[in-house]
């Protein structure tokens, strides 16, 4: 059977017509390159790497990229530059120490709290070992608390809380001891050179350390009474026996005991005391408030 091929509408061989569009990409050789010419005619148009726009914009990001380089190296060395100073006057002896003031002391001498301070030798306003001079004040038995200020360019300020004298307690021995409200032992006295606090006396466990607290319980039962008293049972009081704390009595300057025991309901206690005193005038000798809704009170010939 003949097969023949098929014409289209137009009378036109198809076989021709695809020979002739294959044709139009036919490749040519030229020089030993071959290119297609459909190809060939695209490449003729306007190159994207000669766009002015473009290159002006690398230019400016260009530009913008060495800006921000030389910032940054400007930064780094101003950094190294403050510390090698920062390191020289550290190292230095500028800002010596040369002048101490001290604020806050009583008992102790200026020159007592710059020697416990123990401020180190070539020590300057940079190199200053504050807390540790602090650590040393805080450490003496009159010291509550310490703090250092620099006063430039070559000044300390030491202010110093002093600890509050509450009794001086009679040991038997030529010297007493202060102590504050804490029990705590802050130095010897002797009675001449200390009236302004109350003694307590009589005391059977007292162990005195300087700078350290009491483990007494009748001591610190009797500065408890002490806190306690009015001012015009203060005025009156001379000592307080405290051999126990059930025993503790008060000595008043007409010689007059009053017998208080615990701390406890103190104010009542000093209330009852004074209006015993008022109301027995020149006869009472002894007064009992330990329990306080039953005072008893004995004269000097009759007993009640």
Known sequence: MTITPQRSRDGADPTRRANDVNSQHKVETRGGRTTR?????????????????????????????????VRIGVAILAIVAVLVG????????????TEIEVE???????????????????????????????????????????????????GLVIHVDERVAAAL????????????????????????????????????DF?????ERSESE?????????????????VRLRAISAPSVDLTTL?????????????????KKDAVALRIMEEQLDVVVHINVRTVDRPTWRGLDTGQ
Do not use: C
């Open 37 to 69: 010419a459909g190809v060939r005619g695209r490449a003729a148009g306007p190159s994207r790497s000669h766009d002015p726009k473009r290159a002006a914009r690398e230019q400016r990001l260009a530009r913008q990229r060495l800006a921000y380089r």
């Open 86 to 97: 920062g390191i020289a006057l550290y190292r230095s002896n500028l800002f010596s120490v």
């Open 104 to 154: 806050g002391v009583t008992e102790l001498t200026a020159e007592e709290v710059v020697s416990t301070a123990a401020l180190p030798e070539g020590a300057t306003l940079l190199r200053l070992p504050r807390s540790e001079m602090e650590v040393r004040l805080a450490s003496h038995p009159w010291i509550a608390a310490a703090h250092i200020s620099r006063r430039f360019p070559d």
């Open 169 to 204: 307690v009679d040991t038997g021995e030529a010297a007493f001891w202060l102590v504050d409200s804490d029990s705590r032992a802050l130095a010897q006295r002797t009675p001449d050179t200390t009236e302004t606090v109350p003694v307590i006396r009589d005391l059977v």
């Open 207 to 211: 162990e005195p350390v300087a700078g």
């Open 218 to 234: 009748a001591l610190a039962n009797a500065l408890r009474v002490l806190e306690g008293l009015s001012d015009e049972m203060l």
């Open 251 to 267: 000595m008043t300057f007409d010689d007059i005991e009053v017998l208080v025991g615990s701390a406890e309901d103190i104010e």
